[in-house]
């Protein structure tokens, strides 16, 4: 019954060309450091590597365990990565549309980065063992609908052939249109009943690379803008604030849905604000840098249906 | 612990009918932070605000709320009288229980409830405000006049006598405009040649005023008092330092049937050409695209023939900037080209009347130049299609004007004086013809106008049918014009020799692309808006932009020469300081939440959001953040719904008031 496993052989060969990338670049001094993955404790788990040696790079490894979006790393609110030189850094094509998203609103300028592009077929599903087989059922949700296998603009990208990919249903498309289908009423006892399970916990705000700002709203207390507490009513203004503040510039790495301990469905609502974005202004995130984002954006040809 | 004072107005009666004021004032004087509380008949008259600023005094008050009126009415009023009783002046705001309470609504006791809110909301709101420091901008004394008609020329004459310099931008080759190719004006019949050249002679020579025509604005950048504008400055092709205006290229020239559009084509030019003979500067401009020269490489005569040596082949389009404090924009009007549909545009053409088809029918400013003693026919009024005399001549009017099924709903307003000018040079010039006029009402206010009119028939003979054409045709050498005469209620058929149709004023091709460089906004005819349409009528929203003329509006000589002027007072009262004063609502960053997304820079319609670099001591970069220049910013505070984290505000309507407003509720 191998007809669902997912051919990953390449993955051998991409870690082998970012292994010697890794020692070439910092042998050289073209970077200080490189950002990417290595093994962890449990077996076939990867986590997050920083390196600034070459004698680290054999460290580094690419594995359907490497879900991690490593753009986060470069932000400002998190500053884990300090600044001194060009950095390095190893994106699969979800991560690279985020690094993207970054460069277009002044955070990251492409010429203080190294792209270490990964022609991925896919990651695993949070839910499932490190070690388990990459499968058609233990594939992350995002990857089932994933456009961007093959980030473009790297500096480097590993020269390996994608194998043929089998034509995944998609889970969030099908959640959305299950949704759409609902009347309001029912809409909203769904998404009430998620935000209801949230406990403030703002790891979802963590991880994301486009939650940036070094004094979030939410902290802010002159005035309260949202309720600290962990209750009905300011759970569901933070979670409207983080998908509004996410729409049009969301890449759909799907980490505050794999971070949070309440499994509150995320990534749906960012996908369904992703779905409204392309059907009203044609926009998708992409590898390309664009300037002005969607909602800050005025053209004649907006859709003015909503005046009424 | 501040001491908040509060001044219930009664409005005579527009507050006081609906809302119990005195209840108002007994109530908020228990509302937490309210020293004093008082109500008074006219709060704006001269004892009421007497009243406030003694309270001020005596109760030691810190901020003042006046409810009242709309902010808009008032809000300036109040803030001098707090300014005068030695307060800040934007720790003063305004509860509107006009407008907003006691003019909607008919239940006293639900409007006095309502109205205690209100107040209520703004002393919770007026504890959060700030002392704000007026803002000051310098001013550059030089204006800048975009368009060379009589509206541009007026404004820059008047600004120019004031002792400021202006800068003169005109499109084509020569100043004057419309008005130059207008035989003679009403009421007055006084040629328009005779009382338009001298003025342009005047610009010419004025030592105040720099004339760049041949030249259009690819550039603004700046704000008011503190513009920088280039310009380019197309290639004449002719040194104006060099030439005399000899005009031997000119007579030279082997290409001499170029249909001069100053002559509304009817007339020919030469490719090497000025407009007209009164052109001012009277410098020639070669039509590169119809120049033998430019198209063979072949021919030069004119540079050979030119004494100086002013024809330069080689000349190329320069950039040229300019610094100026104030725009007076001024591009006048175009006829609605009725032959055809503008393409995109959602007003239809007028194929049914042949214009375009129909050789002899012609529009008004044609007729203008056929009547024109400098025109191509020397005055005689001749067909353009045979040069025979028409003896009889049928003028129709609104076509396009107030035609909604047609596009345009507006009045071009010019046309009912200028037909019944039309109607009076043919009977003097055709002694034996007949005019007709198919009208749908003869709107004539205006000094003398309405006497001129009436001249048109009971003197001139002019017969006026109420009604409109339905059909115009061909038939031999005649136009079968077929309408009806609504007040008889018949149908008419005239066999006319010559058309002339009254088409519709329009703003000047293009008169979009400018303003989206300038920053103001137009209708959507793209005729461009006024601040207010009764109060601030030749100002822009758009500060330091000053409009005049046809560009704003259908216009005729004397409002639009009206309008010139005021413009040009608008401009002088802003050079009548060195420094400008503006209200300091203006947004500002807090920095330390500022991470530099720049989205507030994307947003901002005014670009006053710059970049601004913190270092540390040792000059280290520590991070970039936004900074709002106060002299550009408009306070509309888009910067403020845009920023993710809440880190730019606009003064005076901050997070915190506007929150502090809700919670009073």
């Known amino acids: 019954m191998n007809i669902h496993v997912l051919d990953k052989s390449i993955y051998t060969a991409v870690t082998e060309a970012i292994r010697s990338e890794a020692t070439r670049l910092l042998t050289a001094g073209d970077v200080t450091v490189i950002v990417g993955y290595a093994a962890a404790r449990r077996k076939g788990s990867a986590q997050p590597i920083v390196i600034t040696s070459s004698a680290d790079a054999d460290k580094l490894i690419f594995t359907p365990a490497c879900v991690n979006n490593l753009a986060v790393y470069l932000t400002k609110a998190k500053k884990e990565i300090p600044k001194g030189g060009k950095i390095g850094i190893v994106v699969k094509g979800c991560d690279l549309k985020a690094l993207v998203g970054l460069m277009g609103e002044s955070q990251l300028k492409r010429e203080e980065l190294y792209l270490i592009g990964v022609p991925c077929v896919g990651v695993l599903a949070s839910t499932v063992q490190p070690a388990t087989e990459l499968t058609a059922e233990t594939i992350a949700s995002k990857c089932r609908e994933c456009d961007a296998h093959l980030p473009s603009g790297c500096d480097l990208l590993p020269n390996v052939v994608l194998p043929p990919m089998p034509q995944l249903e998609g889970k969030y498309s099908a959640e959305i249109a299950r949704l759409e289908a609902l009347p309001p009423a029912e809409r909203w006892a769904f998404w009430k009943e998620q935000f209801a399970k949230c406990i403030k916990c703002y790891a979802c705000r963590q991880v994301c690379p486009f939650c940036f700002c070094e004094q979030c709203l939410c902290d802010r207390n002159k005035p309260q803008m949202v309720d600290t507490t962990p209750r009905p009513a300011g759970n569901t203004a933070w979670h409207i604030v983080r998908a509004m503040h996410l729409a049009g510039r969301c890449a759909g790495c799907a980490e505050c849905e794999r971070v949070c301990p309440m499994d509150i469905p995320l990534n749906l609502l960012n996908r369904k604000m992703a779905k409204e974005l392309k059907e009203l202004f044609d926009y998708e995130a992409g590898f390309e840098v664009n300037e002005k984002g969607p909602l800050s954006t005025y053209t004649e040809k907006d859709d003015q249906s909503f005046i009424k | ?665």
């Open chain 2, 1 to 665: 612990m501040s001491r908040i004072g509060v001044f219930i107005c009664h409005c005579g009666e527009n507050i006081s009918r609906t809302v119990d004021v005195e209840r108002v004032a007994s109530e908020i004087g228990k509302h937490p932070g309210v020293a004093f509380s008082t109500d008074y008949k006219y709060m704006c008259s001269d004892p009421g605000q007497t009243l406030l600023k003694k309270a001020i005094q005596e109760q030691k008050l810190t901020h003042i709320v006046v409810a009242a009126c709309s902010p808009r009415m008032h809000e300036k009023t109040f803030r001098k009288a707090v300014e005068a009783a030695g307060l800040n002046p934007f720790l003063c705001e305004m509860a509107n229980i006009r407008e907003h309470c006691s003019w909607v609504h008919e239940n006293r006791e639900e409007a006095t409830l309502k109205a205690i809110d209100i107040v209520g909301m703004m002393v919770e709101r007026v504890k959060k405000n700030r002392i704000l420091p007026t803002i000051t901008v310098p001013v550059t004394k030089r204006s800048l006049v975009i368009g060379g008609g009589i509206a541009g020329i007026q404004a820059a004459l008047d600004i120019a006598d004031c002792g400021h310099e202006v800068i003169l931008v005109e499109r084509e080759p020569s100043i004057g405009g419309h008005m130059a190719q207008l035989s003679e004006t009403f009421p007055t019949l006084d040629c328009s040649q005779c009382i338009m050249t001298p003025k342009m002679v005047d610009v010419a020579n004025h030592p105040k005023i720099k004339l760049y025509t041949y030249s259009e604005i690819e550039l603004v950048e700046g704000y008011i008092g503190n513009f920088q504008v280039t310009i380019k400055k197309k290639a004449r092709s002719v040194d104006e330092d060099k030439c005399t205006g000899c005009g031997v290229c000119m007579t030279k020239c082997p290409q001499k049937k170029i249909p001069n559009k100053f002559d509304q084509n009817i007339g020919m030019r030469t490719a090497i050409y000025v407009p007209f003979p009164q052109a001012v500067p009277n410098t020639p401009v070669i039509d590169r695209e119809n120049c033998t020269w430019f198209k063979t490489g072949k021919c030069g005569i004119c540079q050979k023939v030119c004494g100086p040596g002013a024809v330069d082949f080689e000349q190329q389009d320069r950039l040229i900037v300019e610094a100026v404090g104030a725009i007076v924009v001024a591009t006048g009007f175009d006829l609605y080209s009725i032959a055809e549909k503008p393409k995109g545009s959602p007003i239809k053409g007028y194929g049914e009347f042949g214009h375009g088809k129909i050789p002899d029918v012609i529009d008004g400013m044609t007729f203008e130049r056929l009547a024109s003693a400098s025109g191509p026919t020397g005055g005689r009024i001749l067909r353009p299609s045979d040069g025979k005399e028409p003896k009889q001549i049928v003028f129709i009017q609104c076509i396009g004007s107030r035609a909604r099924e047609k596009g345009i709903s507006y009045c071009s307003k010019v046309c009912c004086m200028y037909t019944a000018k039309h109607t009076m040079l043919y009977h003097h010039k055709v002694h034996d013809g007949q005019a007709y006029v198919f009208f749908m009402d003869a709107r004539t206010p205006g000094k003398s106008y309405d006497e001129f009119w009436r001249r048109s028939i009971e003197e001139e003979e002019a017969v006026y049918i109420r009604g409109m054409v339905s059909r115009l045709y061909q038939k031999g050498d005649k136009i079968v014009v077929m309408g009806s005469d609504i007040a008889v209620g018949v149908q008419v058929e005239i066999e006319a020799d010559m058309v002339v149709l009254a088409t519709a004023v329009m703003p000047q091709k293009g008169a979009d692309t400018l303003a989206q460089k300038l920053g103001i906004s137009y209708d959507k005819y793209h005729f461009y808006s006024e601040a207010h349409a009764k109060l601030r009528p030749v100002e822009c929203a758009t500060a330091g932009i000053y409009l005049a003329g046809a560009c704003q509006g259908p216009k005729d000589i004397p409002e639009t020469v009206s309008q010139a002027s005021a413009a040009a007072a608008k401009v002088m009262t802003l050079f009548s300081k060195d420094k400008l004063e503006r209200e300091p609502i203006v947004a500002r960053v807090r920095e330390i939440g500022c991470v530099g997304c720049f989205a507030c820079k994307k947003v901002c319609a005014y670009g006053a959001i710059e970049e601004k670099e913190i270092r540390d001591r040792q000059g280290n970069l520590i991070k970039v953040v936004a900074y709002v220049n106060p002299g550009v910013c408009a306070g509309c505070g888009t910067c403020q719904a845009t920023c993710p984290s809440k880190s730019v505000e606009l003064d005076g309507y901050t997070d915190e008031q506007i929150v502090a407003m809700i919670e009073a509720l």
